[in-house]
């Protein structure tokens, strides 16, 4: 004979607590809600059924009071940003803040249809299914901020700065951070230092190759065409830049990368050739990830807190939704700082 399954849990409603006491749901609310208009005698008995029979007020029926959907959105690349460090860092801030305040997540493709599509974008922010937008790293084609500005929807745009400073957005100091490397470098001694950038749609490399180019240019240091390569935040493609740098007749004694993964294949590259890190040529990375500490030569980085921006932007996007105000314009950046490891050593004679 086939056993049933248990039958599902019900949970205590405020009608049950209003059955109990032998009052009305509307008296139950304004005793819960804390409003006027219920004697002492019966706000007493409702509060005491209330906590016997472990009601919890719902938090639909709350967020439908305050015209809420309770739900905060993340919307985000999916595809080469799902399920990267830097995106559960970037999460692991967002949950910290809203934890305990009755919110919860709902995730949006920034790739799908509907935020290709005004219309479809505008249908989406009048059907509230989330009350404001958490946008992590957008690219810089993407169209819908536009969108999203004319429509009046609360959002803040994490990890990236935008050029419209009519948009609230929080990222490192990818300047601080790069001249930070260029500072510790020079300090051992190098003068022929290359960058490998990483994709141009991104303003933090943008920012991170400019940085890189004033420097050298502040110092007197000429840089061969060779020295500055486009790469992306990749292992391969940091293996393909120093692949092409080291091909040529001048070599640097120093190789800057865009990020630690792309940090790793420089390594890789540098192996292959038969030369040494740090001996031959120093290497530094960008972002501070566990594998900047866990492979084989530990990397000389900037560590940036990923967490820490997604906890400041989400505060500040949760502050604008319980005052009713859009968040405030403007950029906010995060400061940075140097980790000294073994991949770097004074420049080789």
Request: include cysteine.
């Amino acid at each position: 004979m086939q056993r049933q399954a248990p039958p599902l849990i019900r949970h205590t409603t405020l009608h049950d607590v209003a059955r109990e006491c032998g009052v009305s749901a509307m008296t139950v609310s304004r005793v819960l809600g804390d409003r006027d208009g219920v004697s002492k005698q019966t706000r007493e008995r409702v509060l005491a059924a209330a906590r016997r029979m472990n009601y919890e007020p719902s938090a639909l029926a709350i967020n439908f009071a305050r015209n809420r959907s309770g739900f905060i959105g993340v919307a985000t690349h999916f595809k080469g940003l799902l399920g990267s460090i830097y995106f559960s860092d970037v999460m692991a801030g967002f949950q910290q803040t809203l934890h305990g305040t009755g919110n919860d997540f709902a995730l949006f493709d920034t790739m799908s249809e509907v935020f290709d599509n005004p219309e479809e974008l505008a249908k989406l922010y009048r059907q509230r299914r989330a009350d404001g937008l958490l946008i992590v790293a957008p690219h810089r084609d993407d169209k819908y901020l536009k969108t999203l500005v004319k429509l009046g929807v609360a959002f803040v745009v994490i990890g990236e700065r935008v050029d419209d400073h009519s948009v609230p957005s929080i990222s490192c100091n990818d300047e601080q951070g790069v001249r930070l490397l260029c500072e510790h470098l020079k300090s051992l001694g190098h003068r022929e230092i290359a960058c490998i950038s990483g994709a141009e749609y991104l303003g933090s490399a943008r920012r991170r190759r400019k940085a890189y180019i004033e420097f050298m240019r502040e110092e007197g240091i000429s840089v061969p065409k060779h020295f500055l390569q486009r790469g992306a935040y990749m292992m391969e493609a940091g293996e393909e830049g120093a692949v092409r740098i080291l091909k040529e007749k001048r070599r640097p004694t120093a190789i800057l990368a865009p990020n630690d993964l792309s940090a790793l294949g420089v390594v890789k590259a540098i192996r292959a050739s038969g030369l040494r890190v740090p001996e031959d040529i120093s290497v530094c990375g960008f972002d501070d990830l566990h594998l900047a500490v866990e492979s084989r030569y530990e990397l000389t980085t900037i560590h940036q807190s990923a967490m820490e921006v997604g906890k400041r932007g989400s505060r500040l996007l949760l502050e604008a939704l319980d005052t009713g105000r859009l968040p405030a314009a403007g950029h906010v950046d995060v400061d940075v700082s140097l980790v000294v490891r073994s991949s770097t050593a004074p420049a080789a004679a």
